[in-house]
């Protein structure tokens, strides 16, 4: 009999698809396993999910205090337990219909508002499914708590400790690390990338990525870095945003520094393979494949909650520095370029804290689950 694992993410292109689709690339080694991906927004708002991405992020950019308010914290979360059951029950129509037409006999969640609906969903209509969390970030929040979560896949120690002290038992949860493409393993020759692109072999290259949605100031930071003097060349990557992307392009031209612009991409790991520091934000997702690669961490703008835990455990491990006004990145930029033995030691942390095999782990262990309640 062929297990059928049914995936929720919220959003295409977010850090959570690309968890769902690193593990759905692991399960496919699996020869009695199929699977299939959904986003959850898409899935309770058809006509409104682009929309609602769209508030999001206007909200995150222009008033990150109240996001902190609502998203990351530990009392307003108890507060709302109520109000929240009560929205959860809104989804339970759809969410029935789905289990229904996929018939899973497993639910995956890399995103934590799925979950608390199918874990509400799984408390209140008794289904046995297995339901399993994989959380994304570094450090975790209070909405990915539910008793009626099977099994926590987590990146740290710290994270699992924490899931602990706030009740889940601790032998639901297991450390494994964040899952990533298991491209994200390969490794491909630096000076020889760095050619292809059009770029020197030798000089010190940056990345600059995480401006698809307007998250980081992409055309601020490159002024910035044309008051550097030390040799460097830059990578930016801006996504889906093509405006990102004609202005970047022309703006390249008349800086004193080569670029190379790139739109979406699924290349990610072979530009991390040409590349010597990354300037972004540090999602859960990025941070795990750039920590696999042995890329030093830059990072500006953090979403408040979740991907400032994230920059701050990665600063405390070493891997990462902080950029807290834009204005000081020039001198930071040129601190480790004069000093170069400083990325070649951040890059050595980066690869302890390192975890390429977490998929791979991760399908592992959710099989193990799932032959066990059988």
Known sequence: MRNR????????????????QALQSAFSLHSDVETLALDSIECAYPRRGRMIISWYTKVIKNIPLIWRVLYDNHDFAIATKDFRKFFNRLYFAKMERILKEHKPNVIICTQAAPCHVAAAYKGERGNGLPLVAVITDYLVHPYWLHDKVDLYIVPTEETKDTLVDRGIHREKIKEIG??????????YDKLKKRAELGLSREVTTLLIAGGSRGMIPVRRILRLLSQVNAPFQAIIVAGRNKRLWLRAKKMGRKLAFTTKVLSYTNSMDSLMDASDLIITKPGGLTSAEALAKGLPLIIVKPIPGQEERNGRYLIDQGAALAIDHLKDLPEVIEELLLFPQKIEEMSRKAQVLARPKAAEETARAIMELVERIE
């Open 5 to 20: 694992i049914l995936f929720f993410y919220s959003s295409q292109d977010s850090g959570h698809h690309r968890a769902a």
């Open 178 to 187: 964040i899952p990533i493409d298991p491209k994200f393993m390969s490794s």
